[in-house]
């Protein structure tokens, strides 16, 4: 098969593929307006699918969806924009188990990522489980959080940092901001984000109970 032709049917693929999670994600209330963005790693060298930027999530559609290579730029359309968080998601990427990248913006995620200081512990939930590689729920889940800056390239240099020589996590919130989690494909990824919300709206329950 030619490998033009081939590289198209990829790129569909990842491209319904992703809109089939971002409309999920938007009917949950946790992709609201034109925020939040999604990406997943083709598997052509150094190119990704990831969602344009400015796009309203509730009408997401394959259209939608451009390809990126490992530095952030357009490759195809040419004169499609990614999203301005796009480096945040290139620098998961330097991870080769990552094949899928999901950032929201739910009501949860956003509170308790304000009144955070530079992470929250989350520990003693059945749901741990959901977070891949967790056996048990008798663990402590650390989710890191970032000051919200819009210079990308301080952001995500931080990002690499905590990556590479931090404690494992599943993601990590942006104050005021969201959620960026990960897997090895949209479903663990997509898995991860149900998981977080629900573990997060737990913790917002039990502050009210105090």
């Known amino acids: 098969m030619d490998a033009q032709i081939l590289n198209r049917q990829v790129v569909l693929k ?13 009917m949950r209330g946790w992709a609201p307006a ?10 052509v060298v150094d190119r990704i699918a990831i969602s344009k930027s400015g796009v309203d999530k509730y009408a997401f559609s394959t259209h939608d969806v451009m ?3 490992r530095q952030g730029q357009p490759v195809a359309p040419k004169n499609a ?35 955070a200081q530079d992470r929250i512990e989350i520990e003693g939930f059945e749901l741990l489980k959901g977070l891949s590689g967790n056996q048990t729920h008798d663990l402590l889940e ?19 940092a905590r990556m590479k020589h931090g404690p494992a996590m599943h993601g ?23 998981t977080f919300e629900f573990l997060f709206e737990c913790l917002l329950k039990m502050r009210e109970r105090t």
């Open 14 to 26: 990842a491209a319904n593929d992703l809109t089939d999670v971002v409309r999920f994600l938007a």
């Open 34 to 43: 034109t925020s939040s963005n999604f990406s997943v790693r083709l598997p």
């Open 67 to 69: 390809v990126i290579n």
């Open 81 to 115: 924009k990614p999203s301005a968080e796009t480096l945040l998601h290139t620098v998961l990427y330097e991870h080769a188990e990552i094949g899928a990248v999901l950032h929201t913006h739910s009501v949860n995620a956003t509170v308790l990522s304000m009144t």
């Open 142 to 160: 650390t989710v890191p959080v970032f000051a919200n800056t819009q210079d990308m390239v301080a952001l995500s240099s931080l990002v690499r």
């Open 172 to 194: 990590f919130l942006i104050a005021s901001h969201g959620l960026y989690t990960w897997g090895r494909d949209l479903a663990e990824a997509r898995r991860h984000v149900e």
